[in-house]
């Protein structure tokens, strides 16, 4: 084989490194397209970070963490068809139920009401009055300042907002402390994985204009192997032509100081693609990868790579009896909370009817919190205690088995400055012949499954129209890109009242002011 080929002795016109969604997504589209692509994946399987595998002592498919999705995921769902698997999407039985905060045994409803967004999110508001004593209606008055705001805001000032924290904008708006400890510090946790205090502003906004700006949003998961849902894509890319390569490592990219021209391989062999090559790999392995002089030239690219991943870990627990028939639960946030997102399988999985329950949960940026150095043995006991708050009959089942899996990145840290050092997927300005996709690129999408496979999609465009402008004939980029889901009419409507925004923001301190500040948020200050 000579140095340009790929096995069936013609150069491919695109390398893409990484099989991860947004590496999927673009090797398929441009497969699809007509292009003769080479799709390079470290790991023994597709699917990167939504990779599972079979456990060894009991041979049921375990998750690299346990993943959810959402309704208004159409890129993601968009590859799904593509490869036969979005009927494997399993969906909580309530359409209007968001999710379960558990505290203690008690449970409070995250759920849409049958009304217009954003009064559909009303009912969660009631629960939150109802069950949580410190929660006043005041408290929920006192957020409309910046609902408003966020459902009239651009994406132009979203990036204004991204050199200030979550906490700070909030105290802006004048969202009471109270509030803020109960309701939007969950959200920081759960969604982004980080504190408040250390949030971008412009990620927070990001996600929660989507939120009240929809009159309902369901979560789903996957309803077999995690990895099973992307397992078909080597099969579907090598009908297409492509060459998938598992278990090869990229050692580096060379060329001069702005063009791309070859793909270094761990064995030695040497690529060199037609268009180009596609890095879609987690941004803050880069550096690895990449000329120093291209970091140097491009400083959108520098900042990207020092994006810092959001490490995890990953426990589950195996019984002899079923504890819950829920699928899903969320602990309320404290500092001292472990965990947050708990899952039963044998809930989930098709075909689990009857199954004992088969739970698993994540602890979330371990890297920044004391209990990312706690052993596995501390871990598994720290999780069964608060699993057995909300479930105490867990003390009375048998434990048949765990496994603790520790993993470097769950998505990149979304600090400040981070939404604007998001470059955007396709070309990579200042080097020819590089394109960049992954769900840390510019897709107008928090950090999740979804904006990696837009990545994919908008990322295939830019090669493809690449490709073109060389005189390689392709199929076009017609119908390839995936429009954004946007927030409803009557949200929008209601976001032009953001106009009388320093009378609502003085109205929301008045509301607020006397309330104590909680110790919680002052330890942020």
Known sequence: MSADASPDGQAPDVVVVGGGIAGITLAVAAAQR???????????????????????????????????????????????EILGTRDKIVWQEDPKLFMTWTEGTKETEVRYSPLPAPFAYSGTLLNMIRDFPEIEQADCQANVAVTLYALNITEEELLELDSESGLSLLQRFNVTERFID??????????????LAELSACALLRFYRLLVGSSQMQIGFSGIGLGKLFEPAEHVLKQLGAD????????????????????????????????GVVVTLPA??????????????????????????????????????????KKFWARTFTEESLTCDWYDFSNIYLGWEGRPSFIGVNMIDTDCREAGRLSDEQVIKGCMDELCEYLPQA??????????????????RPVPGTERARPPPGRCAGVEKLFLAGDWTATELPYCMDSAARAGWL????????????????????????????????????????????????????????RTR????????
């Open 182 to 195: 109960r309701f939007w510090a969950f959200v920081a946790h759960a969604i982004f994985n980080v504190p």
């Open 459 to 514: 990322a295939a465009e830019s090669v493809l129209r690449a490709a073109e402008e060389q005189g390689i004939q392709t199929a076009g980029t017609e119908d390839l890109r995936v429009p954004l889901v946007d927030i409803d009419l009557t949200a929008k409507i209601l976001g032009r009242f953001d106009a009388l925004r320093p009378l609502n923001v003085w109205f929301a301190g008045l509301r607020g002011r006397g």
């Open 284 to 325: 803050y392995q880069l550096s690895t990868l990449l000329h120093k002089e291209w970091l140097l030239a491009s400083p959108q690219l520098t900042a990207a790579a020092n994006m810092k991943p959001c490490a995890y870990v990953c426990i589950y627990f195996w019984f002899d009896k079923k504890l819950t028939d």
């Open 395 to 412: 003390r009375h089942a048998k434990l048949l088995h765990t496994q603790v899996t520790r993993v470097a990145c769950a998505i990149h």
């Open 244 to 275: 998938v390569r598992l278990r090869t490592k990229v050692t580096k990219l060379v060329g001069n100081e702005q063009k791309c021209d070859e793909v270094v391989l761990e064995s030695g062999e040497v690529l060199r693609p037609r268009v």
């Open 34 to 80: 007509g292009l003769k692509v080479a799709l390079l994946e470290s790991g023994p399987r597709l699917g990167g970070r939504a990779r599972s595998w079979n456990d060894p002592k009991t041979g049921d498919p375990v998750p690299i963490g346990p993943h959810m999705v959402l309704d208004c995921y159409p890129n993601l769902w968009k590859l799904l």
């Open 518 to 525: 909680s110790p919680q948020i002052s330890s942020k200050l």
